[in-house]
């Protein structure tokens, strides 16, 4: 049965199986075609037929054009289109297709041999076409050669939208065919026709062969090849047979273009066997190719499969381009080869037009950046910015950028597609279009969907340059006024009405005028009509009938006056009429001229003359010659004030009448443009010195919304911790902007001396700059002043950096001179200048100087262009010179060096660009070359060199500067695919950067572009060269754990010790002869040369953070991190990487500058006082005095894991206690403190077990040899007179013994060598030291110390013996025993004066007989035991000594200042039997990390390879030395926790602190997956946004500040989406409504705002609780009918002052109501723990009228109130007053916390209650996870997690 055609098929029926264009559209007959020029019909021998000659010497004005008319279309919807043509010998040709998509965006597709190259945009595509003759010497691109045969191009059209553009193909619209060429005809068809096979050869193939009225005719016994070309564009998609190819394959004399990538991007076709890049070069016969190109022919080209090029377009997914090749192909029809080339891609979202060459697999996603934020502002001119009509925008060039800026909210969005700068505006009354023409003759113009942003048409203007452009207020017309080609001024109208419809626009009328113009508007009332204004003229203009004519307004006396700029003062009425408008005009001298349209004349003439007269003081009236006036340069009218811009800086508003100043504003420089928003409200000003901003006219406050450099910028320099740039210009200027709004916040000028490079100083709040005289000087971001000026150098500065840990800068000049300097103290100076070092006469360029990141290695261009010299940064040896010259072997010139950069020092790479375009890897030590002693060289680099160059730090995006582009390439994959390009830019880029956490891009030449980069982390990628990383397993969710991405995250398996000690890598694992790095006792001070990592001083970073400086920072600035798949772009590491850049063994000797032996008294700081540190860093403080449970009754809560809770895990570490944490790595024990639980967890799986019984805060831990005991001491609480130790047997996890040994706090444990002692020392109080048999724990003996004591230690060696440090004295004991009893004799040794004041804080044992002590001012102190002496002391560190460990011949030091430090002692034994003749250089430092505060714990392994140290800041670290890093393994806040969050699908949990900080955290594993971080700010409140709002992605986070601010953080993004201040004062509660579009949010003072958290508007003020603050907002869904009013949202807030309101809303109504109003009695004492206790209430999740409140009442009770009977129904009574409450979702479960240290839950349905205990502190926070199956507590800074069973 024959099945009917669907409609759309019937429609396009006619078309099939293929269409004679030439006779549908009946060509010959001329009526629905247009033929220009010389166009005739002429008989062609070799087809031997009638065909088309269209010839001329300029192709646009000899053409053939199907439809007629451009208003027409042809409707051809066949996917291929032939065109069987032959260009014209010598000449050049044209073919031009419009193309619509199927969302009716017109394409334009063009094919010529004029084009050099591809070049792409969002409506216009333009491929090369290059006739490639057989010569030796070819030009790719140019005429045609004398033997062009004729040609079918098949073009998919299909293909050429889906791949260059990403769109779908609709139609062909229209065809024009110009000069120079022959045309048989055109053809469209849904088939591909295969011309060269005949139709007996189609009976055996399974292929369509070419109709016969479209195939070309073949003689008999000739090959179709030899006659004819047939070019395919793109590639086919069939596999055509090889073996009718192979009968005319090329004979061997066949040119081949060779394998790799062409100099141009053009494609190559050919009927040949041949290579291609881009774009089809077709082949012809040259007597002389054979002996040109014998060497080349016989190397065969394997045959590739079509169907492996392109993929199904017809995927479910969709078109994209991961499934389809993304570069032009087109293959011969013989033999179908491709090679990449390059293309650019041009994205409908108005992104960046992204490039790419070859295969972008590696890119995940594509495109890898995308742009963010521009800085800049002008380029062409600073005239063209103008309000959108809403007001709530301003629409502004950057360059060859459109940038629309939101000024509420600084967002910005762009416009991209120009080439060049931007030199006119205009938008239309309804934002509906934009249009925007830029300056490089001949002007390109662009018509732009203004809210998507979208290209609607592209076209060239008759005019040369084009200056103005204006609008009419329908959007219908559009003027412009320019310069044609002569000079003269030309004025053209435009019909712009059918763009929006898929139209195009049309030319109404242009006019020629000898008339100077410098302005031009659309009058409002009338679209016919205009106005303009020049030098001595103003005219009026108006079109009809397709003219325009002028006619000029009588000025009189005012006729030589230089007209500047006009506009049309609008009626307050709004009368369209013309007699309603006046026309204002404004000169330079001063004069505005009111003019009357209707009658042209000049109605008011006013001029503005300055205030005062010089020595007047009053103001004078002049008369209309008397002086100069005010150089009026813009003005812009609203119906009731006029606002003028001058060239003396100033804005000024006056009334229509000029009768006075209404306000002014002072500018930096003259005011170029100025314009009235829509309201009449702000004024937008201009200045020529690049600054942008607007006036309020209510508030009186002159907002900036943007600065800009006035001339390219040269470099840039990115600092971490503030989250700045810096930026040098040509414009002789350094400025510093805040990345995150990109505000300037500084500005240097330098009006004799312009700047050429700078660097930021990594640790201080200081940038260094080099200037043209040679001077390099710092300056201080906090003085905003020159600090230090060195003039070292006699030429320009052409290149500055500085070592990681800030201690080296260099500086290089364009004489050739390299210069080093000392940064270890704020006054730098110069350590050493080398003549003719660097590359003379070499541009300033960022990359001119790199220090590798490990801070060890310098490298730079220099002596010479052709060389690259590589030395070390401290001692400025030379190790490694490469000659480039000999690498660039395929020229006949040497190459060049032109920039450098390092990789990451795990990698050891040295990359460096060449002057012919290649980037060469090489190995920084030996010099070889990367990758098999091959050249590495990236395919399709740019043909300009490139002047910088960096790579990203996990080595996995190599980035250049290319010319106006920015090139990305997939640096990890071996066989480089080719780049992603990125344009933009309308001026070479001079720099190009990633930002500190290498989540951004910035580049800089004629402004800074700013860019994300999207790359997600990918759990497979690795630094090339480095073993794999191990990959997760399976069942990682959205949010897994990252232990495998990065070292500094939450680790997911810690790395098992080995017996034997890693490798040492390196060359410097042993001292250097001559001890270069070393210092003798008779040494000067000098600069640390130990190995410093990029993040300074091995530092280990924290985990994701987003960091915001309320402080010395101008807007909200913040920089994010994530964990995960949620952003975090950080390759995995194995073992063999290492995150900070420290080699384990590779110890750089250290200048330890007070290394000295103590027998020689050392007088260098004789007279100057050391610095004193108390010895705090051993005391144990408790947060506040613990309370014990159940205090009023004396009794003990049932234990933690019986009844219906059952604690599962805890979240934090006490960093205020001390060694607190063991860790036994032959056994893998590992126990901590949190509490007064201790927590023994599983390293590799996360399981913790919880060990209770401590009544207050545990001080201390201590294992016994045998890891068998574990000792736990904590203080007194307050029903205990003395401190407890508990005894815990490690296996069964029991108490053993409890015993209680001092009144105080037990500061230290330590069990003896043979664990048959215990010794506990009491703290400064008590000053009391016990020993306790361990065999039944009783006391053995006891004393008290006559000074404090903060460390005891037993003799490792003797069992016998044991030492105490303190204040001032070292104490040691000797255990003697007689029978049962043991005695104890002691030695007091003071300190000797050498070692300086201060007091011994730490001690460990060494190798017998040594003893190292640390003390609070930073130094170690060797003692010989047996001689009771200090031998030996260095300044190890700036803050006190904290902790000594020993093992081996390695000590490991940690400090105050959170510094942890590896030491090789070896020697030390050494120097003690020398003496003071001995030389103290064998001791130096290996290793150094610091981690996030003082160090308070510590357990190693045997061979200190790996340990696991605590700090102050409640983190646990895993540190490995071999590998240089530092893994957090326990994370929890610092501060008191105020509120804990669930996202709705319950995956994740998010927390806030007074810290400042948000953390999310994985559910499951409580591991910190993100982190956001203000700074010198507390976070009071948080809410995380519910489940109907949005998808999963799309989840936030509203966190409330003490300083009234609301922030709202993407949790998906990690990013702050906003930040608002609907407060005053702090905020105390926030919350979401139902649908998660409103935010409720309350205050200290009682003020409830609601606002919006998309645009960061407060509407609505609620302050029915003034006076006392908002302590609850709890918000359900619930109708309310039931209760009397309407509304979506009940909710209620709860005040201090025991009131609490009921509220009905439905804000997307902005309806609310109230429903209840409660007020509790209150007693008039009830403090609890000297704090009120809170007002809580929340409604019951089980029950929607009940409502649960407690607060401070008469009775300790829980009060439930029925809302519908408007009464209290029950009340359960409480032992204490609640300060925290959570009701159960899904059962009738209470939980209550109190602030005596006691959690109880409460069944509201049986009626019973069972208490728990767990906290050492007030249980102020409690919360149910949505499920109900886990419960939430805090009490101060810890965080319990309870398990609910049975759910």
Sequence with gaps: MRREPRPAEALTAWQHPFLNVFRHFRVDEWKRSAKQGDVAVVTDKTLKGAVYRIRGSVSAANYIQLPKSSTQSLGLTGRYLYVLFRPLPSKHFVIHLDVSSKDNQVIRVSFSNLFKEFKSTATWLQFPLVLEARTPQRDLVGLAPSGARWTCLQLDLQDVLLVYLNRCYGHLKSIRLCASLLVRNLYTSDLCFEPAISGAQWAKLPVTPMPREMAFPVPKGESWHDRYIHVRFPSESLKVPSKPIEKSCSPPEAVLLGPGPQPLPCPVASSKPVRFSVSPVVQTPSPTAQSGRAALAPRPFPEVSLSQERSDASNADGPGFHSLEPWAQ???????????????????????????????????????????????????????????????????????????????????????????????????????????????????????????????????????????????????????????????????????????????????????????????????????????????????????????????????????????????????????????????????????????????????????????????????KQTFSSGPGIAISSLSVSPAMCAVGSEDGFLRLWPLDFSSVLLEAEHEGPVSSVCVSPDGLRVLSATSSGHLGFLDTLSRVYHMLARSHTAPVLALAMEQRRGQLATVSQDRTVRIWDLATLQQLYDFTSSEDAPCAVTFHPTRPTFFCGFSSGAVRSFSLEAAEVLV????????????????????????????????????????????????????????SPSALAVSRDGRLLAFVGPSRCTVTVMGSASLDELLRVDIGTLDLASSRLDSAMAVCFGPAALGHLLVSTSSNRVVVLDAVSGRIIRESTVFQLPGVHPEPCPSLTLSEDARFLLIAAGRTIKVWDYATQASPGPQVYIGHSEPVQAVAFSPDQQQVLSAGDAVFLWDVLAPTESDQSFPGAPPACKTGPGAGPLEDAASRASELPRQQVPKPCQASPPRLGVCARPPEGGDGTLSPSDEE???????????????????????????????????????????????????????????????WCRCRGLRTVGARDTRNSGAPRTTYLASCKAFTPARVSCSPHSAKGTCPPPASGGWLRLKAVVGYSGNGRANMV???????????????????????????????HSAEISTLALSHSAQVLASASGRSSTTAHCQIRVWDVSGGLCQHLIFPHSTTVLALAFSPDDRLLVTLGDHDGRTLALWGTATYDLVSSTRLPEPVHGVAFNPWDAGELTCVGQGTVTFWLLQQRGADISLQVRREPVPEAVGAGELTSLCYGAPPL??????????????????????????????????????????????????????????????????????????????????????????????????????????????????????????????????????????????????????????????????????????????????????????????????????????????????????????????????????????????????????????????????????????????????????????????????????????????????????????????????????????????????????????????????????????????????????????????????????????????????????????????TPSARLLFTAARNEILVWEVPGL
Excluded at 399 to 420: K, S
Aim: proline letters at 5%.
């Design 330 to 620: 087109l293959e011969a029809s013989d033999i179908h080869t491709a090679a990449a080339g390059t293309h650019v891609l041009t994205h409908e979202s108005a992104e960046v037009p992204v490039a790419r060459t070859g295969s972008c697999e590696g890119f995940l996603p594509d495109p890898v950046l995308r742009l963010k934020g521009v800085i800049g502002f002008g380029g062409h001119g600073t005239r063209q910015a103008l309000w959108t009509p809403d007001g709530a925008a301003v629409v502004y060039p950057c360059h060859a950028v459109i940038v629309v800026l939101l000024v509420d909210t600084g967002e910005q969005r762009f416009f991209l597609g120009h080439t060049d700068k931007v030199s006119a505006l205009a938008l239309d009354g309804s934002s509906s279009l934009l249009a925007s023409a830029q300056a490089r003759a001949p002007s390109v113009m662009r018509l732009w969907d203004f809210q998507t942003g979208r290209c609607l048409c592209l076209f060239r203007s008759p005019m040369h340059v084009v200056c103005s452009l204006s609008f009419s207020d329908s959007g219908a017309l559009l003027c412009g006024v320019g310069k044609d080609h002569h000079g003269r001024t030309m004025v053209v109208a435009w019909g712009t009405g059918q763009v929006g419809l898929g139209g195009e626009v049309v030319v109404l009328a242009k006019a020629h005028t000898d008339f100077d113009v410098q302005a031009f508007r659309v009058t409002f009332f009338d679209e016919t009509r205009m106005a303009s204004c020049g030098q001595g003229s103003v005219r009026l203009w108006r079109l009809r009938g397709g003219v325009l004519r002028s006619c000029p307004v009588d000025l009189g006396e005012h006729h030589a006056l230089q007209f500047t700029d006009l506009a049309f003062k609008q009626a307050r009425d709004g009368c369209p009429e013309p007699s309603a408008a006046m026309l204002f005009v404004c000169s330079r001298s001063g004069h505005i001229l009111e003019i009357d349209c209707q009658r042209m004349v000049v109605r008011h003439a006013r001029r503005l003359l300055p205030t005062r007269t010089p020595g007047g003081p009053h103001p004078q």
């Design 1086 to 1148: 000098g600069p640390c040369e130990e190995s410093c990592d990029p993040e300074g001083l091995g530092q280990a970073s924290g985990p994701p953070v987003l960091t915001e400086e309320e402080a010395g920072r101008a807007g909200d600035g913040a920089w994010a991190a994530a964990v995960g798949s949620w952003g975090l772009a950080l390759p995995p590491r194995s073992p063999g990487q290492p995150r900070e850049q420290w080699r384990a063994g590779q110890g750089r």
């Design 1411 to 1824: 003893l190292y002590c640390g003390t609070s001012s930073g130094q170690v102190c060797v003692w010989d035991t047996r001689a009771g002496r200090c031998f030996l002391s260095w300044e190890a560190d700036d803050g006190g000594i904290g902790l000594l460990l020993f093992s081996g011949s390695r000590l490991v030091s940690g400090s105050s200042t959170g510094r942890l430090r590896l030491w090789a002692v070896g020697a030390v034994s050494e120097l003690r039997c020398k003496g003071s003749g001995a030389r103290s250089s064998s001791v130096f430092m290996e290793h150094e990390l610091v981690l996030d505060g003082a160090v308070v714990s510590a357990s190693f392994d045997d061979s200190v390879d790996m340990g696991v140290v605590g700090t102050t800041a409640g983190t646990l670290w895993f540190v490995s030395w071999a590998e240089g890093t530092s893994t957090r393994l326990i994370s929890g806040h610092r501060s008191k926790v105020n509120e804990v969050v669930f996202s709705p699908g319950e995956s994740h949990c998010a927390t806030c602190s007074e810290d400042g900080s948000v953390r999310v955290w994985a559910l499951a594993s409580m591991e910190l997956v993100i982190q956001f971080q203000v700074l010198n700010q507390s976070c009071l409140c948080l809410a995380w946004s519910p489940p109907c709002c949005g998808r999963p992605e799309q989840q936030r986070l509203a966190a409330g500040y003490g300083d009234g601010s609301l922030r709202i953080f993407s949790v998906s993004r990690t990013a702050m989406e906003l930040k608002m201040h609907p407060h005053p004062v702090a905020l105390t509660t926030v919350a979401f409504s139902t649908d998660g579009q409103t935010v409720l949010s309350g205050d200290k003072d009682g003020l409830v705002a609601v606002s919006h958290p998309c645009t960061g508007t407060t509407f609505r003020v609620l302050s029915d609780h003034q006076g006392a603050p908002i302590s609850t907002i709890c918000v359900t869904c619930k109708e309310c009918e039931d209760l009397g009013v309407e509304g979506t949202d009940l909710w209620l807030a709860a005040s201090g002052d025991q009131r609490v309101s009921v509220w009905a809303s439905d804000w997307l109504r902005n309806h609310c109501e109230l429903v209840d109003w409660l007020s509790f009695p209150m007693p008039a004492t009830t403090e609890t723990q000297g704090h009120l206790p809170p007002s809580l209430a929340a409604f019951c999740p089980w029950d929607g009228a009940l409502l649960m409140y407690v607060g401070p009442g008469v009775y300790k009770e829980v009060i439930i109130y029925n809302l519908c009977q408007k009464q209290v129904v029950e009340k359960i009574p409480l032992p204490f007053f609640a300060m925290s409450l959570s009701l159960s979702p899904g059962t009738h479960l209470l939980a209550v916390g109190f602030a005596e240290c006691m959690l109880r839950l409460v069944d509201c349905a049986m009626g019973t209650a069972q208490d728990f205990a767990g906290h050492d502190n007030a249980v102020h926070l409690c919360r149910f």
């Design 1223 to 1253: 860790w036994r790595p032959d056994t893998g024990f590992f126990a901590y403190t949190c509490g007064r639980l201790v927590v023994v967890e599983d390293l590799h799986s996360g399981a913790q077990q919880h060990w209770s019984g």
């Design 789 to 844: 000026e060195h003039t070292c150098h006699r030429g320009a500065v052409t290149g500055l950096t500085a070592t990681p840990d800030g201690r080296l800068l260099f500086s290089s000049c364009s004489q050739g001179s390299l210069a080093q300097y000392s940064c270890a103290d704020p006054q730098w100076h110069v350590l050493r200048v080398a003549a003719d070092m660097v590359c003379p006469d070499a541009p300033a």
